[in-house]
């Protein structure tokens, strides 16, 4: 992959001209391309609002002070924000293409997000990198890469591919990847595990960021994660938790997304004492949560709401993550700096009227200026339509009169408990059959177990979201209720179907790939929601999400229980039960 085509001598001779000319604005002898008239605008390095213009040429910031633009916006009483950056996305969690979640965030002020892509990597291996890069270039949003690091999650994992340090070292020479990204694997780490020391030496080698995703660790385990070379956490539920990481010099991203919701427990961090340290994230976000709360923007307001100072918890949402993944040219209101902006009305209401990406309006009350999807190569596109390698299933795949584990539930949490083994379905215990069935490769690979605390009392559920391999997983009432579901997951090429008495009763096409649907952000919300509702009809626990619950039962990398396509394991032992 060549990332570099233009010439050396083309690309200073550009570059050249362009400085010239943001030059001869800066000082007055040209004018700008826009002026911000006017402006109350907070100043990340002095930590208070300034005031007077802000203009911009070449889509940078060139100074404020006294100037004149071809456009310019009077802005007399609103407050001029960075943009903000979601410091750990995967983009795949909105279930939509990049387009649609760029049109989702940018109302949100968000102009920077720093993605893992390591959803799709575990359907296309590197074609699954190569398709997001292709499918996020030149968006309004700018869209920076942390490389997958564990694809499989763990090696008792089936995933489509398995991708080591030299399948991914190549990806580093593009100019939008940061480095290697959360390194789930911690017990790899820890127990040095040469091939997740690897791929952290690898990353060092090209002067990359590492990532963390270490829950709980304390003591000489958290020395060892950290002194492999991991720099950052997002899995901090805990403020003791994320003081002891602060403490070893971690930087510490502070979440809140669809599936973990830290924000409440961390607050206190947001004081001049540790806020340097501290960034917003969302990890995921279903298109519920884009479209109802907001993005980075919901966790600025739910900040200043709860007593934090508002110009450090702007400096948290845009400044810290530019600083840390070294952005240097975003995160703040500056002469150099990408002419990104939000503008709010004031700091109690927070309601964002106006979006500015490199200098162009992109959002004006809430609306979106139309913006055109990024070309892909039309392989990817096909093989990215083409994932599921299946034969058709039958009540026989999922029947066996052996004894399983059960998987427990625990309410308002991924976490499970062992609740001991089961021969049969009984819905009145509310003991359903669970399979997650090997979808990349056709292996004919099912592991089956039971679980508890669901709720279902008819009929299945059936998702091609199913953390991280994203193999098919199936919860139902009767084996033959199961293979309708998964059947017609693998009949849409992906998504999310729920069954009863032998038919369709609601679902969600996600073709690209088994986990992002070809459809508008509204449309998948409207599917989603209208099949949410119906799941728990059929009696699923309304106090958990049918399907996000679910997709986390077969990531072997939270405890106690999960079923991978080989059977049930203790995620503490890493054995099969």
């Known amino acids: 992959m060549n990332y570099h085509q233009e010439s050396y001598t083309g690309k200073i001779t550009r570059k050249v001209n362009k400085k010239l000319r943001i030059v001869d604005v800066a000082a007055g002898r040209q004018k700008a391309d826009l002026v911000l008239k006017n402006a109350s605008y907070v100043n990340v390095f002095t930590n208070e609002i300034c005031q007077g213009d802000i203009a911009v040429a070449e889509g940078l910031i060139v100074g404020m002070g006294a100037y004149s633009g071809e456009v310019e916006y009077d802005l007399s009483g609103k407050i001029v924000l960075p943009g903000f950056i979601d410091a750990h996305i995967h983009l795949e969690s909105s279930l939509v293409s990049p387009k649609e979640f760029a049109k989702a965030v940018l109302p949100h002020g968000t102009t920077t997000v720093i993605t893992d892509p390591h959803e799709i990597a575990n359907v296309m291996g590197t074609d699954g990198i190569e398709y997001m890069l292709q499918a996020t270039a030149d968006l309004p949003v700018d869209v920076r890469f942390m490389l997958p690091s564990c694809v499989p999650a763990t090696p008792l994992d089936e995933s489509g591919a398995i991708l080591d340090y030299r399948s991914i070292d190549s990806f580093y020479d593009h100019p939008r990847v940061q480095g290697l990204a959360e390194m789930m694997n911690y017990v790899g780490a820890i127990n040095a595990d040469p091939n997740v020391i690897e791929k952290i030496v690898a990353a060092q080698a090209h002067h990359k960021k590492i990532d963390g995703h270490a829950p709980g660790i304390t003591g000489n385990d958290l020395n060892a994660y950290i002194a492999a070379g991991v720099y950052s956490d997002h899995e901090c539920s805990t403020l003791e938790d994320a003081i002891a990481k602060i403490e070893r010099g971690q930087f510490i991203m502070i979440r809140e997304g669809t599936a973990a919701r830290n924000l409440e427990a961390l607050l206190p961090l947001l004081t001049p004492q540790y806020a340097d340290r501290c960034m917003f994230c969302c990890d995921d976000k279903h298109p519920s949560d884009l479209l109802e709360k907001g993005h980075i923007d919901y966790q600025v307001k739910e900040a200043i709401a709860h007593g934090v100072d508002p110009i450090l918890a702007i400096k948290v ?78 009540a026989q795949d999922f029947q066996d009169p052996r004894p399983r584990g059960v998987i427990g539930l625990v309410p308002g949490e991924i976490a499970s408990r062992d609740m001991g083994y089961a021969e049969r379905i009984d819905t009145e215990k509310d003991i359903l059959k669970i399979a997650v069935i090997e979808r990349h490769k056709n292996t004919r690979h099912i592991g089956i177990g039971y679980l508890q605390g669901y709720g279902l009392k008819t009929g299945a559920v059936a998702t091609s979201i199913s953390h991280d391999s994203h193999n098919i997983i199936v919860v139902g009432t009767s084996e033959e209720e199961m293979a309708l579901a998964a059947n017609r997951v693998v009949e849409n090429r992906g998504g999310i179907v729920v069954t009863a008495d032998g038919t369709v009763t609601a679902e969600l096409v996600l073709a690209i790939a088994g986990i992002m649907s070809d459809d508008t952000l509204e449309n998948v919300n409207r599917d989603l929601e209208a099949a949410k509702a119906v799941a728990i009809s059929q009696g699923v626990n309304p106090g958990i999400d049918p399907f996000m619950t679910l997709s986390f039962m077969a990531l072997p990398v939270i405890p106690t229980l999960r079923l991978t396509t080989r059977g049930i394991i203790d995620v503490n032992t890493q054995q099969y039960i």
Do not use: S
């Open 317 to 394: 949402a845009c400044h810290h993550a530019a600083r840390y993944y070294l952005l240097n040219n975003r995160g703040a209101i500056a002469p150099g700096y990408l002419a990104d902006f939000v503008i709010i009305d004031n700091f109690r209401d927070f309601r964002i009227e106006k979006v500015f990406k490199r200098g162009e309006l992109m959002v004006e009350d809430g609306v979106v200026a139309d913006f055109p999807a990024p070309e892909v190569d039309p392989y990817l596109v096909k093989k990215a339509h083409d994932t599921f390698h299946v034969a058709h299933l039958t």
